[in-house]
């Protein structure tokens, strides 16, 4: 069996790709965030605060004839911009593309942060990682894919997010047409429940590639590439008008400078990110910001959207690898 979801960017500046999935009997459809980067499916529900819930669509669990509840289980995250959410749980139906899970852990929230009631574009999000990184207690839960996987074609999942345009998530099979290249197969190490690889080397625009390794993950959940200083300040040195800029807390340009490409080793092939993927969103008036900015402070480097935009990326648990495929 497969499943196949299309999803779209939130806005003119692709800051989040929302995905609609079914949850419970009778289908009660939320737009969520897929994110690679976590473990948690969590949804705005009956029981968030009305006032936090404006402008969100929530899951009813009591309108559901197959929700159960998990008692005494709870669930509590942070995300890496400190966007915070946490409730209580229940079982249900999860259908995602046409594929249903039954009895997936669905994290209905008591509390959201600012952020999250600001962001009306998702009512929650799929947390696609690995599941040792599950926050429900006393017990993780397993993620909707590590629960489908065994009844796919295949364990494997792909992302085909595109820049103000329509994208797929694929289960179970790979769609190879989405790419214009070979996939190349990376390791995962799977220690810190994330999809995270190694990457030898980069190269800025037609220039030679340095060696350098980063340690990093596949990220649907984050909007920008965040690699370390010496990369990003690297590219930023073949940019005539960038600068750092302490207001917006990263690298600014003049929005008519044409920028460089960016290249990055997936094992013995590498993945080219357009200039124009780079040229993130306009800030004010002439000066836009960049799409490639600094990891500082994570302790991991993230291949967000901006990267995953360049490709067709697979996601295959059953083989402990990464896969990416130049578009
Ligand atoms: C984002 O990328 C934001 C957008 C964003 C944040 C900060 C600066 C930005 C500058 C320019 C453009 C975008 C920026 C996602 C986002 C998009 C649209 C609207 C939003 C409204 C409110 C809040 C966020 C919005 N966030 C990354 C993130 O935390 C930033 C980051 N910092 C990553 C460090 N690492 N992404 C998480 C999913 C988000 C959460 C989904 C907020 C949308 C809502 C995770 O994918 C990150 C992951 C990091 C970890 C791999 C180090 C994580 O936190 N996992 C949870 C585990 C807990 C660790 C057990």
Do not use: M
Request: aromatic letters at 10%.
């Amino acid at each position: 069996q497969t499943g196949s979801a299309p999803n779209h960017p939130s806005d003119s500046e692709d800051d989040e790709y929302i995905t609609n999935v079914s949850i419970g009997t009778p289908a009660q459809v939320l737009p969520l965030d897929f994110d690679t980067g976590s473990s948690d499916l969590w949804v705005f529900s009956s029981e968030t605060p009305s006032s936090s819930a404006r402008g969100h669509t929530i899951y009813t669990p009591s309108k559901s004839s197959t929700s159960k509840k998990v008692s005494g289980a709870s669930w509590s995250i942070t995300y890496g911009d400190n966007s915070s959410s946490s409730g209580d749980v229940y079982t249900d139906t999860v259908t995602i593309g046409g594929f249903s899970v039954t009895g997936q852990a669905v994290e209905s929230a008591t509390k959201v942060s600012t952020q999250f009631v600001q962001d009306t574009s998702n009512s929650g999000l799929v947390g696609l990682a690995l599941d040792s990184g599950n926050t429900v207690k006393p017990t993780k839960q397993k993620t909707w894919f590590s629960n489908a996987s065994s009844h796919l074609a295949q364990p494997v999942f792909t992302a085909d997010l595109n820049h103000q345009a329509d994208g797929s998530y694929n289960f179970g099979f790979i769609d190879t047409t989405l790419a214009s290249g070979p996939i190349t197969y990376v390791p995962i190490s799977t220690g810190n429940g994330f999809w995270e690889f190694t990457s030898a080397s980069y190269a800025i625009g037609g220039g030679s590639s340095k060696k350098h390794s980063t340690d990093g993950i596949a990220d649907t959940g984050t909007t920008l590439l965040l690699l370390d200083d010496t990369i990003v300040d690297a590219y930023y040195n073949q940019v005539e008008s960038a600068q750092y800029d302490d207001s917006q807390e990263g690298y600014t340009f003049d929005c008519s400078e044409d920028l460089p490409s960016f290249s990055f080793a997936v094992g013995s092939s590498t993945i080219t990110v357009p200039g124009s993927l780079i040229n993130f969103a306009p800030v004010d008036g002439n000066t836009c910001f960049g799409g490639l900015q600094s990891d500082d402070g994570i302790g991991i480097s993230i291949f967000g959207d901006v990267a995953i935009k360049a490709a067709l990326v697979v996601f295959d648990l059953g083989n402990k690898r990464l896969g990416w495929a130049q578009k």
